[in-house]
């Protein structure tokens, strides 16, 4: 697995009123993707944005937007995201009715593709995808709402998707990211790297304090920190 680890601030815990400042202030502050949490009342008990929104922040975005969409049914909405700038897209297997075709769109419009696993979606939806996949994503939380609580059993699934990412990249030769949605702090970064996530988003977490560039380099800063720990204590162990 790589020496990295990518943040990716999630949209939902910022100032709607101000999105192009938020997305800017959160590059500026070291963020590596934007995190874009879509949401349909249906698939989950919220409302957010659409695509509408994803153009409008794509010229404030110099670093890929990572639209998580928790929507059903989700074939629909996926040219419309490839349209307006998105650098990958994920959906939940729940969502689609034939997953290896919704993977096969996202493709299509040469942007990444993502599974995501809610905390109760066993691992073996990836059996027959995992190597046409760009990402895997975890949720550690149940999806719908920012500021909830890391669901600890998410640790030891990590480990386990862990394993099968670095089959599925031995076996293809390219790049898969494994990552964690959810209650991810400074306070639990080490452990979620430790148990193999790659790529962290965080919202709450990361749109906190003063609400400026430098409370968010700060708070990104933490979290990066404790993750390169715990990814190279990872690296000791498997060594
Ligand atoms: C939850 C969303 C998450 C959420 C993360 O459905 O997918 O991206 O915004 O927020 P925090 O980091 O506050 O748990
Ligand atoms: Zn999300």
Redo the contacts with the bound molecule.
Sequence with gaps: MNNTIRIAP?L??ADFARLGEEVRAVIAAGADLI?F?VMDNHY?PNLTVGPLVCQAIKPHATVPIDV?L?VKPVDALIPMFAQAGAGLISFHPEASEHVDRTIQLIKSFGVKAGLVLNPATPLYVLDHVIEQLDLVLL?S?N??????SFIESTLPKLEKARRLVDTAMKNTGREIWLEV????KRDNARRVAEAGADTM?????VFTGARNTAAYAEAIAGIREEALAGQRSLALETA
């Design positions: 999630s939902l815990s995190h949490d989950v998580h928790m949720m939380v999806p719908g709402f920012g500021g909830q949605d959810g209650g991810v988003v965080a919202g709450s977490a």
